[in-house]
Nanobody, 127 residues
Framework: QVHLEESGGGLVQAGDSLRLSCAIS????????MGWFRQVPGKEREFVAA???????HYGDSMRGRVSISRDNADHTVFLAMNSLKPEDTAIYYC?????????????????????WGQGTQVTVSS
């Protein structure tokens, strides 16, 4: 069983920056494609960003230009750097792992394409 643990969330003010981390327990992390999603209670989960095992980057429209995803394979960690945060960015942020190396048919924005999920970290942006 692969375990993902997010950290770095918290309460910030509009305009602030925040960096989320997601640590994964599996030593084969370098073979995983990783994604970040967010969800507000009562709404659908929304794609934020993804990075493939080959370091291809993908960004959702909601935070494009204000977010950057990166990974550290040595530390088994993926990061989500967010800046110019807005109150509407308030959500629970989840990281997810896709274990397949086959990118054919993979749509990074679709949550069904990921095999493991973390418990999420709350980000609250005050106005």
């Amino acid at each position: 069983q692969v375990h993902l643990e997010e950290s770095g969330g918290g309460l910030v003010q509009a305009g602030d920056s925040l960096r989320l981390s997601c640590a994964i327990s599996d030593r084969t992390f370098r073979r995983y494609s990783m994604g970040w999603f967010r969800q507000v209670p009562g709404k659908e989960r929304e794609f934020v960003a993804a990075i493939s095992w080959s370091a291809d980057l993908h960004y959702g429209d909601s935070m494009r230009g204000r977010v950057s995803i990166s990974r550290d394979n040595a530390d088994h960690t993926v990061f989500l750097a967010m800046n110019s945060l807005k109150p509407e960015d308030t959500a629970i942020y989840y990281c997810a792992a896709r274990t397949s190396l086959d990118s054919r048919g993979w749509t990074p924005a679709e949550s069904d394409g990921y095999d493991y999920w973390g418990q999420g970290t709350q980000v609250t942006v005050s106005s």
